[in-house]
């Protein structure tokens, strides 16, 4: 009788460990791409994506800090957005 509980909880904690990873590995990704900007500059030749890219990125690890994870998905994508916009003006890509 105890099998059934037992395999049920473990596909639960995978499932639950799994999400967990995917929040961790975007949030990740969105600060990879806020440092490339930073780093080419983009706070001085791109403020407004710059800093939109910022807020966002927090507003991701807030999220994150109480386990939004649909809120985390939201907020990484537009601050990876916001980071690439930064990034092109930064190193000419954009006009």
């Not at 799994?18 to 403020?47: I, M, V, Y």
């Not at 927090?58 to 809120?71: I, K, N, P, T, V």
């Not at 916001?82 to 006009?95: C, D, I, M, N, R």
């Amino acid at each position: 009788m105890k099998r059934p509980w037992v395999l049920g909880g473990a596909v639960l904690l995978s499932f639950g460990l799994a999400a967990g990873c995917a929040t961790a590995n975007a949030l990740q990704s969105a600060k990879d791409s806020f440092a490339r900007a930073k780093a080419a500059g983009a706070e001085k030749k791109a403020p407004y994506e710059y800093y939109a890219a910022e807020i966002y990125l927090s507003l991701a690890q807030h999220e994150a800090d109480d386990g939004d994870r649909a809120g985390v998905r939201d907020f990484t994508e537009k601050s990876q957005n916001f980071s690439f916009e930064a990034l092109q003006k930064a190193t000419g890509g954009a006009k």
